[in-house]
């Protein structure tokens, strides 16, 4: 028997429809919370045990005896939309390669799910009908797609399976690539899969997206279930920052027959329909939070900054929460990470224990943020190069740029904070220990995230709490100016 080869390539990106730059070439080319731009065998070596879909596929596909042909991979954070001069060059690199590859006989592509360009909508469905376009309609194309895809027709339609992340934070993302490599072996025997594609009619927040918590504790059971009779259902809960018409949550269902698949689908939507009211959409005023931190707890509580995410398109230099925990003389308090190249840069020149006056955050021209202007102890300073150690990014190495560790002086409230030169979601403690600070030390630690640092900094936790912080990532979406979505808010919106 032949053995069968398998080109493979990634192109990623999450695209905040609102937020404040785009996402050019040079963004995909560098590294940040993952590598920079990757061609060839690279693809295979410099992913390789990390938890990314390209690094679980590439192993389940070489022990399963698959010959693979790495293209490319890249990512970019996520930011306002992609250039059209990014998405083309991307887009004709990776179609280059798979015409140059020779005789493949199927694609795996590590994609996102939620790309929106300066000129298409919907970037991942073109992406998946150039490539059927160029291997034509019998090559099976297999995907992996984040558990926030916005998922259209058009996706669906031109790839034979579509694999989604099953957890937020994304702890399985290696095993969601793995996952396309049986169904790969499926196709390649001649077993026809029919799928069925169902919208669920309601947005979900991101921040209510949590699957450790009801409802998405109970609703990402069914996969497993439907599983053992022989159906693949996958569930995407959608991303609300792209103003796209396919927003919000869906499941593609893949089957033997039509109506398995169809029926199968119907009960996934009847779920999320019945158990809508469950939805934890709450999120603390600034007042709130205060008040919050004056509660004695033997664990810290944790406020998550959720609409300055960077890894939602947010600036991750808003003030709102920093300018409240002054204001209410907080105590013992670590934040981060504040994207701040310039204060960052003052304090390397002012040198470790130095005092020095800086303007933290704002520099990002968001309308309504102004800085903090204050004075500045300098604890620590470093490269940026961050090991994480946390499960979801494991292995990893994030890239900050200058760093440094600030403690706020000349106030009564108590704040230590790290602003870095390069954006990067909070997500990990080693955000912090790599600097020199350990978030168990104190009472209060806030983190510019949505939910990904739940899988890190809840363990140490006493309590979490969204804190609703002006910021260029709306979680209350009844302020989202949306144009293009028709999808109604989730009954619970203003609980």
């Not at 021209?365 to 903090?372: D, M, Y």
């Not at 600070?437 to 890190?456: E, I, M, N, Q, W």
């Not at 912080?469 to 203003?494: D, I, K, M």
């Amino acid at each position: 028997m032949t053995t069968k080869r398998i080109a493979i390539a990634g192109f990623q990106h999450e695209t905040n429809c609102f937020g404040v730059s785009k996402a050019g070439l040079h963004k995909f080319e560098m590294a940040d919370s993952w590598p920079g731009m990757l061609h060839g065998s690279q693809v295979i070596l410099e992913t390789d045990g990390m938890n990314l879909p390209v690094a679980g596929f590439a192993a389940a596909a070489a022990a399963a005896g698959f010959e693979i042909e790495p293209i490319l991979w890249c990512s970019a954070e996520p930011s306002a939309h992609v250039t059209d001069h990014a998405f083309e060059t991307i887009c004709g690199k990776l179609l280059d390669g798979i015409k140059e590859a020779g005789h493949i006989d199927g694609v795996f592509l590590d994609l996102h799910g939620a790309m929106v360009t300066e000129n298409l909508a919907d970037g991942e469905g073109e992406i998946l009908r150039r490539v059927r376009e160029a291997v034509g309609p019998k090559i099976p194309v297999v995907a992996s797609l984040d558990l926030h895809a916005n998922i259209s027709a058009q996706m669906v339609e031109h790839a034979d399976y579509l694999s989604i992340f099953r957890t937020y934070p994304h702890l399985d993302m290696a095993e969601t690539g793995a996952r396309c490599v049986p169904v790969l072996q499926c196709l390649f025997d001649g077993e026809t899969l029919f799928k069925a594609f169902r919208a669920v009619p309601y947005l979900i927040p991101l921040h209510a997206q949590y699957t450790g918590a009801p409802p998405f504790d109970e609703i990402y059971q069914v996969p497993a279930r439907l599983e053992q009779q022989g159906i693949l259902a996958e569930i995407a809960l959608g991303f609300t920052a792209a103003d796209f018409p396919d927003t919000g949550p869906s499941c593609v269902v893949y089957a033997a027959t039509a109506n398995k698949a169809a029926a199968a689908a119907d009960e996934i939507v009847n779920l999320f329909m019945a158990r809508e009211a469950d939805l934890d959409c709450s999120m603390l005023s600034l007042e709130e939070a205060v008040l919050t931190c004056r509660q004695s707890r033997k664990k810290p509580v944790v406020l998550a900054d959720v609409q300055d995410n960077a890894g939602a398109g947010g600036t991750s230099d808003t003030t709102g929460l920093l300018a409240a925990l002054i204001e209410g003389g907080t105590k013992s308090v670590l934040m981060g990470l504040f994207h701040d190249p310039e204060s960052a840069e003052q304090a390397h020149a002012a040198g470790e224990g130095a005092m020095v006056k800086l303007a933290i955050g704002a520099k990002s021209n968001l309308a309504g943020h102004v800085p903090i202007k204050a004075e500045f102890e300098v604890l620590a300073l470093g490269d940026g190069t961050c090991r994480y150690t946390g499960e979801m990014y494991g292995g990893g190495v994030a890239t900050l740029g200058k760093t440094a560790a600030l403690r706020l002086v000349g106030f009564e409230a108590e704040i230590d904070l790290v602003v870095t030169s390069l954006p990067n979601q909070c997500l990990d403690r080693a955000h912090f220990t790599h600097i020199g600070l350990d978030p168990t030390h104190y009472s209060v630690v806030c983190v510019k995230s949505t939910t990904h640092f739940r899988a890190d900094f809840e363990p140490i936790a006493a309590d979490v709490f969204a804190v609703s912080a002006p910021g260029a990532f709306l979680c209350n979406l009844e302020q989202v100016p949306y144009s293009n979505v028709s999808t109604r808010l989730p009954n619970t919106a203003n609980r």
